[in-house]
């Protein structure tokens, strides 16, 4: 499984460069203890070297401010595709620099393409799982590694 201070830096890196949002590990408030979204989930494979997935719940909050971070507009006058769009690629390069980080940076990976779940996937058949919580100021969220069982 990933190692919890890389995985962490992988998400706050980013998330600065792409949307300029401060991202930090563990609840907003330390009552908190579960965060999900509020909304449709961000989901990527991974088939080599293991078979594997991670999601991300993120609140409306957070994707809204992807969104404006990227195309530098109001999220309200962005089209529906073009908010999936930006999720979607901030999911992408995540993968990517988690992938790097769990499995080495010379290693050979296959994604496939991010996606958007509008059922949360729960547990995987043959999968283990790691749930880690982020938030940015008072917005909580998890993202979910999922690795085959050894």
């Known amino acids: 499984m990933l ?3 890389a995985m962490a830096d992988a998400v706050r ?3 600065e460069e792409m949307a300029f949002l401060d991202v930090a590990p563990g609840p907003a ?3 908190v203890r579960v965060a999900g979204g509020d909304g449709p989930v961000l989901f990527l494979t991974f088939s080599r070297p293991v078979p594997g997935a991670m999601a991300l ?3 409306k909050a957070v994707k809204f401010s992807v ?4 195309y530098g507009e109001d ?4 089209s529906p595709v073009q908010l999936d769009d930006s999720l979607l690629e901030l999911l992408n390069v995540l993968g990517g620099r988690l992938l790097s980080c769990r499995f080495g940076q010379g290693g050979s990976t296959t994604m496939g393409l991010p996606t958007v779940l509008y059922d949360p996937p729960g547990d995987l058949p043959g999968m283990t799982r790691q749930d880690v919580l982020f938030h940015v ?3 909580e969220f998890t993202l979910v590694w999922y690795e085959e069982a050894p």
Not at 75 to 78: A, E, I, R, T
């Open 137 to 139: 100021d008072e917005q």
């Open 67 to 70: 969104a404006e971070a990227i």
């Open 13 to 15: 890196m980013t998330f």
């Open 75 to 78: 999220w309200n006058l962005l």
């Open 3 to 5: 190692d919890s201070i």
């Open 57 to 59: 719940f993120l609140p």
């Open 29 to 31: 408030r330390p009552e």
